[in-house]
């Protein structure tokens, strides 16, 4: 277990080496001089000579890549932002625990919600009520984050006055962003839960439980339940990294100052190292949570243990069999 | 002799339609099974209305989309204008109409290129196994690892607003997600009998990948498009709305919302309508890929 763990995160080294080479390579493609956006347009020709070759645009593409990523490992230095001329870690790392409140907080909430209405449309298969729900779960994953985002504000700020529409650093201010994002990731996860509990109800343990007649309540929070939480730690999973990644849209709408609000300003501004700075602080974030889920799981089902250990061949297939399962 | 044509009976005999025609392909038992579901029709029936308003939009839609008239600016929503008109007096829901235009066909053409790109990297990482799949899997791993949205956003960034580059960027970020569940597909039907039996006679790889294997797995690939489409539309509209990808005066829904929101308090409507659309859409593709999911999913027979 712990060789499969210590396996899993020296894992993250090359997976994050292949990100910084690709935002390097976006970097390299993009059109325009850097220097144009950090000097004011008043600067001689030397004075943006001397830039160049303080920055490096001087070196061949490659030296450029070794410095980029030498600077990354052993500074943490990931550029300097054009518009602030801050180094963009500071700055990220100033907005992070903003992204991430939103995100852990929305991931709770739609959790609390979901498992619940997952069992309940399990248990009530084929009648309205599981219709409803299913239903409902599948419109509220359709519906597009910003506009709902919009018409919550339009709801609960504008008409009745019950929230702040933006951000504002009050406990308030929180609550609508936090129901938006909610939102996509209940879809998810009541999906993912009804599919399992339907499996696990057809067990013969549930019949025995049944036959030797325990009250239906136990039968389906105790028996059923617990082996329900494979499919709900794929949503908390899947929900939060999806979550980081669209970020800066709920950050967008309620102004928020958090790292998606960063990048998205940066994107329209042509900042490109906040950009890259952005991408991989999240790439890297999303790759650590992907390997706690797939830890989570060996907790949840001290069955699929069995599996990781196995041979490299086998663990290829049950992974997939496992991702086929949760999708 | 006359007793044979009970009403019992009538409902018999239309019961065994199907048999009575004869043959029965997999193809036509999943549209049966798909034909029986009703929300999968529903889905089926917008898809197919909102086509038809995209190619017919030039009749439906009572004003150009870029038509401004001044003289009724910001109007709420009436007989002459559906959804309103917007701050510079373009009629909505003219707007609305041609949005579908974009949404659409960009969703499907995303869809098509992520599938080709993606679903023959899946392919060729599934059928050989071994090194390729390895060198391929960990390539996907790393965009995998950078979330979606970002990787489009900065691929946009870097192209620049338009058409293609919108294109090129969805597409791109849908290429993972569709190479894992190719691979995924083919892992389950590459170990059957006539795979080996085809290396036997000599067949050529590619032969046995696109004549046996992508066939046989041809239905979760069409559930996986399905979805991906309607995902791609949420992604156009989410980068149109941030102001990347199609702008103004392209009345792309999620660009129209996007210069609405400014108004929003004054006039919701310019909001509301475009949105909605979405939504429809959205939904429209969802019940659409949920039916196919049971009427072609193996497992769920």
């Not at chain 1, 962003?177 to 339907?198: C, D, E, H, W, Y």
């Not at chain 2, 995902?231 to 999620?254: A, K, M, Q, R």
Request: some cysteine; aromatic content about 8%; charged content about 15%.
């Amino acid at each position: 277990m712990t060789k499969y763990i210590l396996k899993r995160i020296l894992y993250i080294i090359p997976v994050m080496f292949g990100v910084i080479v690709v935002v390097f390579l976006m970097k390299a493609a993009t059109p325009g001089d850097p220097v144009l956006e950090l000097l004011p347009a008043t600067a001689t020709e030397e004075q943006k000579d001397a830039m160049r070759e303080e920055l490096g645009l001087n070196d061949p593409l490659p030296i450029q890549f070794v410095d980029y990523v030498v600077g990354i490992v052993t500074r943490g230095d990931l550029g300097t932002s054009y518009k602030t001329k801050q180094p963009v870690m500071t700055e990220i790392l100033q907005r992070l625990p903003n992204t991430l409140i939103v995100a852990v907080l929305a991931m709770a909430l739609s959790q609390v919600i979901a498992t619940p209405l997952g069992i309940l449309a399990a248990v009530k298969q084929n009648t309205w009520i599981d219709n409803l729900i299913v239903f409902f779960t599948m419109v509220g994953a359709s519906l597009p984050t910003f506009w709902l985002a919009l018409m919550l504000i339009d709801l609960f700020s504008v008409r009745l006055h019950l929230v702040p529409s933006m951000y504002n650093g009050t406990v308030a201010g929180w609550v609508l962003p936090i129901i938006v994002v909610s939102f996509g990731a209940i879809s998810q996860t009541a999906k993912g839960v009804r599919t399992n509990m339907l499996e696990i109800i057809r067990q013969d343990y549930i019949r025995t439980a049944r036959a030797k007649g325990q009250k239906e309540s136990i039968v389906i929070f105790k028996h059923g339940f617990g082996n329900t939480l494979i499919p709900v730690i794929a949503g908390i999973g899947s929900g939060l990294s999806g979550q980081l990644g669209g970020a800066l849209i709920v950050e967008t709408v309620f102004a928020i100052p958090g790292v998606g609000k960063y990048v998205a300003d940066a994107v329209t501004a042509r900042n490109f190292p906040a950009v890259q700075g952005g991408v991989i602080v999240l790439a890297f974030i999303c790759t650590i949570i992907s390997i706690l889920v797939d830890v989570m799981y060996t907790v949840a089902d001290p069955r699929l243990k069995t599996n990781l250990m196995a041979p490299a061949k086998k663990k290829k297939s049950s992974k997939a069999a496992a991702a086929n399962g949760g999708a | 002799m006359s007793k044979i044509n009970t009403p019992a009976m009538e409902k018999l005999k239309k019961k065994n339609k199907y048999n009575e025609s004869g043959v029965s392909t997999p193809g036509k038992e999943a549209w049966k099974r798909l034909r029986r579901n009703k929300t999968a029709m529903a889905g089926m029936l917008i898809i197919l209305f909102l086509l038809a308003v995209a190619v017919l939009a030039d009749v439906i839609a009572p004003y150009g989309y870029r038509d401004q008239d001044y003289s009724a600016v910001m109007q709420p929503p009436s007989a002459a204008h559906l959804f309103g008109t917007d701050n510079l007096g373009r009629d909505i829901f003219s707007r609305c109409v041609y949005g579908a235009r974009y949404s659409l066909p960009i969703g499907v053409i995303c869809v098509l290129i992520g599938l080709v790109i993606g679903g023959g990297l899946g392919l060729v990482a599934a059928y050989f196994g071994g090194h390729t799949d390895n060198i391929i899997m960990r390539i996907i791993d790393v965009i995998q690892a950078i979330p979606s949205t970002m990787l489009c956003i900065a691929l946009v960034a870097i192209l620049g607003n338009g058409m293609w580059q919108l294109i090129v960027a969805i597409a791109a970020g849908s290429i993972q997600g569709m190479t894992k569940s190719v691979r995924a597909a083919i892992f389950m039907v590459r170990n059957n009998e006539y795979v080996d039996s085809s290396k036997s006679i000599g067949v050529s790889d590619g032969k046995i990948m696109l004549r046996h294997l992508v066939p046989n797995a041809v239905g979760m690939i069409v559930i996986n498009a399905v979805g991906g489409v309607s995902s791609n539309i949420l992604t156009i509209s989410t980068l149109s709305y941030i102001g990347v990808g199609l702008v103004s005066p392209t009345p792309e829904w999620g660009a129209i919302l996007s210069e609405g929101k400014t108004y929003m308090t004054v006039a919701p409507y310019m909001v509301l309508y475009p949105g909605l659309m979405i939504a429809i859409t959205v939904v429209a593709f969802n019940l659409f890929g949920n039916g196919l999911r049971d009427a072609l999913d193996p497992r769920m027979k």
